[in-house]
T-cell receptor, first 110, second 111 residues
Framework: DADVTQTPRNRITKTGKRIMLECSQTKGHDRMYWYRQDPGLGLRLIYYSFDVKDINKGEISDGYSVSRQAQAKFSLSLESAIPNQTALYFC?????????FGDGTRLSIL | TQLLEQSPQFLSIQEGENLTVYCNSSSVFSSLQWYRQEPGEGPVLLVTVVTGGEVKKLKRLTFQFGDARKDSSLHITAAQPGDTGLYLCAGDPTSGSRLTFGEGTQLTVNP
């Protein structure tokens, strides 16, 4: 089983819809992150959490929200999706000096 | 926001050639990481460098952290088609908190 699992892997939806991307991890790490990847821009940090009660905004948090339901679960929500949120989304964990990324969710908003 | 600039953005070479990818910033990082990403997958951590001037080797890959901890390079010797992928550098400004990524270098090694 993968260390970091993201669901769904692909999603196509319409403008204005609410969408939730889910992430679960088996590494036992306290720190979890959500990044988005766009061509030519690398990965940009949306939100991060250092433990269950800690949530922090990253550099591009507008239009997104997160929930840390448990140490192993960190979900990302788009309350009202817009086309420029079309991107590849990655969840990551870090601990013991090592980082692990999920395989991503490809999100398309029409 | 601390920026990391990678160069070149695209690199296409023949099998057996050597190459170097650069990652530069005007900011100091406590550590710098290199990742490799293949289509449909997440980035996979290759190495972390933490000391200015540090050099690490991973088979045919050599990673160097600049003395001032503002830049890094990745050198691949005798590239192989299996080295094809997107190489990303990422810096941690405050030790274990969050990563800032470069734009990536798309490497294609032709047989």
């Amino acid at each position: 089983d993968a260390d970091v699992t993201q669901t769904p892997r692909n999603r196509i939806t319409k403008t204005g819809k609410r969408i939730m991307l889910e992430c679960s991890q088996t590494k036992g790490h306290d720190r979890m992150y959500w990044y988005r990847q766009d061509p030519g821009l690398g990965l940009r940090l949306i939100y991060y959490s250092f433990d269950v009660k800690d949530i922090n905004k990253g550099e591009i948090s507008d239009g997104y929200s997160v929930s840390r339901q448990a140490q192993a679960k960190f979900s990302l929500s788009l309350e009202s999706a817009i086309p420029n949120q079309t991107a590849l989304y990655f969840c990551a964990t870090s601990g013991d000096g090592w980082w692990h990324f999920g395989d991503g969710t490809r999100l398309s908003i029409l | 926001t601390q920026l990391l600039e990678q160069s070149p953005q695209f690199l296409s070479i023949q099998e057996g050639e050597n190459l170097t990818v650069y990652c530069n910033s005007s900011s100091v990082f406590s550590s710098l990481q290199w990742y490799r990403q293949e289509p449909g997958e997440g980035p996979v951590l290759l190495v972390t460098v933490v000391t200015g001037g540090e050099v690490k080797k991973l088979k045919r890959l050599t990673f160097q952290f600049g003395d001032a901890r503002k830049d890094s390079s990745l050198h691949i010797t005798a590239a192989q088609p299996g080295d094809t992928g997107l190489y990303l550098c990422a810096g941690d400004p405050t030790s274990g908190s969050r990563l800032t990524f470069g734009e990536g270098t798309q490497l294609t090694v032709n047989p």
